[in-house]
């Protein structure tokens, strides 16, 4: 998901802490400035802040084709996608603000590498058809996680939440336009559609998570509806919503293992390599070095330009108080 | 009124296209790399707005035309010396102070021109200028803003943004030279005189260089080229190797 593996803060006994978690199961939003307890601000942090670093760092690898786009309206969509992931960040952060965090504060714990983002925006994106999947499949199971979080008890996230989905479900359409052309194209758009199916279909498996069914953090998380569904709960109904539109598309989904179960009503699938997955975390994903290094060159290369801008607001209030 | 052809009708649509065609996409290469995440979407929002612009542009030059030929066929198949953008427009974006000062040396010319073609004779055409105009407003007002506050910032950002005008200000003049095509258009109440729009454009562009503290270079000097198409910069061939791969690599394909 946006925010993986996200640890949680253990709650505490308090009688405040009680009272706080009646609220919640009572379906009241938790606003910033009612009391919470530390461990809820704390998890929350992370969680929003991680989320909001997917949005910014997942601008990079849809951002690499807008100059290559194939049609004027196909570079305009995808343009409009990305800002879109821009203005996502945005509402991120300052809900994350809201928490008592700063903006700048975030940014320099992404850049530095204390906080995460999500292991997908690891991967490259090779061809066209790559634009395609990654609105399809990595658009698809961010909805999967970000639909139930509009129900999320912090009440800034959760419209944030609403504000993001709705835009959401606009990209993962255009991701599947391009992949139904690509499908539909010469046989050399078609092996591209196959190609980007193949090499993203894992890492989007990956984004819910490892199994979290037994992790203590997880509970206290979904305790707090700051989760909302186990990582397999959202696995599960991703393959099941995706394998019929391989199949419209007719492309194959890269799992031999892949079959329908009527006793579960889902399909069987096979699990992505965990240990490619726990390597990407560690930031020996195929770009992670990349990825990194080009949010820290934005950020270094345009500090002059914060500066400077910063520096001309200043002089600009003196000058209107020495007017006054 | 004096008739113009076909042809000049054609290079006209062209060159108004093409800026922005050319424009967006410099723009768009700052996507996902600007200092400041508002910068970013606002980047992205004129790259957008310059893009939908090109769409109206080429998309009545293949109209008038009448070849047949699609917006996305007359941007895409070209090769340099068939462009039409002023030379300004293909400059390398350089660091953020430079992007947004070409964004404001053209800007300020592209509202003038808008301005003057929401009233052409050409319905067409000023339809089009009247929905473009609403945009390159807020264009102009963020990327002065923008070169006021850097040129009046810190010692630093006063120097990048000097060197950006220094750099960037002998391609202005190339906006107000008019040809043969520009006598026709503007004959025909098609287009203004490009010369008249250079009285207005000093009145918008040097009191915002002298707020941002900023001096004109001396020397009326002007590179031209770019828009009658004889000889763009080295930089404009790169770019189209990028905008056009993929319809050069897999001619026929629809996407």
């Known amino acids: 998901m946006y925010a993986q593996m996200v640890k949680s803060e253990a709650a505490d006994e308090s009688a405040e802490a009680q009272a706080f978690q009646a609220r919640i199961d009572a379906g009241e939003k938790i606003e910033p400035k009612d009391w919470m307890p530390a461990g809820y601000r704390k998890t929350l942090i992370r969680q929003i802040g991680q989320h909001a670093h997917s949005e910014i760092v997942g601008q990079l690898p849809e951002g690499n084709w807008i100059t290559r786009a194939p049609t004027l309206e196909r570079k305009a969509i995808l343009l409009a996608k990305v800002q879109d992931e821009a203005g996502h960040g945005l509402y991120l952060y300052c809900a994350a603000e809201t928490l008592g965090v700063s903006r700048d504060e975030l940014t320099e714990m992404l850049l530095d590498g204390r906080m995460k983002y999500s292991s997908i925006f690891n991967y490259p994106t090779l061809t066209w058809a790559d634009m395609g999947a990654v609105g399809w499949l990595v658009d698809g199971a961010a909805i999967m996680n970000q639909v139930p979080l509009q129900r999320t008890s912090f009440g800034p996230y959760s419209r944030a939440m609403i504000r993001v989905c709705k835009e959401e479900s606009f990209h993962q359409r255009q991701g599947y336009d391009i992949m139904m052309k690509m499908a539909q194209g010469t046989p050399e758009q078609k092996a591209m559609a196959q190609n980007a199916l193949d090499r993203f279909w894992y890492p989007s498996l990956m984004m819910f998570g490892p199994s979290d069914a037994d992790s203590v953090h997880s509970a206290q998380s979904m305790a707090w509806k700051i989760k909302m569904n186990t990582n397999d709960e959202l696995r599960q109904k991703f393959v099941d919503q995706t394998v019929p539109q391989a199949e419209y598309l007719g492309l194959t989904v890269p799992d031999k293992t892949l079959k329908w179960n009527d006793e579960k009503g889902g399909y069987d699938f096979a699990e992505p390599d965990w240990a490619e997955f726990f390597e990407v975390i560690k930031g020996n994903g195929p770009c992670n070095t990349e990825r990194l290094a080009a949010r820290n060159k934005a950020w270094d290369d345009g500090k002059w330009v914060r500066d400077g801008l910063l520096a001309h607001a200043e002089k600009r209030n003196a000058r209107k108080v020495a007017a006054e | ?255």
């Open chain 2, 1 to 255: 009124m004096a008739d113009v052809t076909q042809e000049q009708l054609f290079e006209f649509l062209c060159r108004m296209g093409d800026n922005t065609l050319v424009l967006g996409h410099r723009v768009s290469e700052w996507c996902g790399h600007a200092p400041v995440l508002e910068e970013d979407i606002a980047l992205a929002n004129t790259a957008l707005d310059l893009i939908g612009q090109t769409q109206m542009w080429l998309g009545l030059a293949g109209e008038v035309e009448g070849k047949g030929r699609t917006a996305d066929d007359i941007a895409m198949l070209r090769d340099v010396w068939d462009f039409r953008n002023v030379l300004l427009a293909e400059q390398p974006n350089g660091d953020f102070g430079q992007t947004m000062m070409r964004q404001f040396l053209f800007d300020a010319w592209h509202l003038a021109m808008l301005t003057a073609l929401t009233k052409s004779t050409h319905e067409q055409i000023a339809a089009i200028a009247a929905k473009a105009v609403k945009e390159v407003q807020y264009h102009v007002e963020r990327s002065g803003e923008t070169v006021i506050g850097l040129g009046d910032g810190t010692s630093e950002s006063h120097k990048r943004m000097q060197d950006a005008l220094d750099l960037l200000w002998p391609y202005v003049g190339e906006m107000f030279v008019s040809d043969a095509i520009d006598d026709a258009m503007a004959a025909a109440g098609i287009a203004p005189d490009l010369a008249d729009l250079r009285a207005q454009y000093d009145a918008h562009v040097t009191p915002v260089l002298a707020e941002a503290t900023l001096m004109i270079p001396e020397g009326g000097f002007a590179h031209k080229g770019g828009k009658t198409g004889f000889q763009h910069t080295e930089h404009l061939g790169h770019l189209l190797t990028q905008m056009q791969w993929l319809q050069r690599a897999y001619p026929g394909a629809t996407w």
